[in-house]
């Protein structure tokens, strides 16, 4: 996916977490991706998504992945 097309998505779901508080953790599954996919590409994540991941992530801690 292209640099500016994950740019919109990102925009995109932070119009979205205004507009719809409450899917917060759905919102945070969505940055989350969207910022590994960025990690992935080797490009520089803009910080202030990054501390927004933070802090939902204080909110949502991941759940321990199940042992096989």
Do not use: C, W
Request: aromatic residues 4%; without cysteine; hydrophobic residues 45%.
């Amino acid at each position: 996916m292209a640099f500016e097309a994950l740019k919109a998505q990102i925009s995109m779901l932070l119009g979205e977490m205004n507009d719809q508080p409450e899917d917060l953790h759905e919102l945070y599954l969505q940055v989350h991706q969207e910022l590994n996919q960025l990690r992935a590409t080797g490009m520089a994540l803009p910080a202030d998504l990054v501390a927004l991941e933070q802090r939902l992530l204080e909110e949502f801690p991941e759940a321990p992945q199940p042992r096989a």
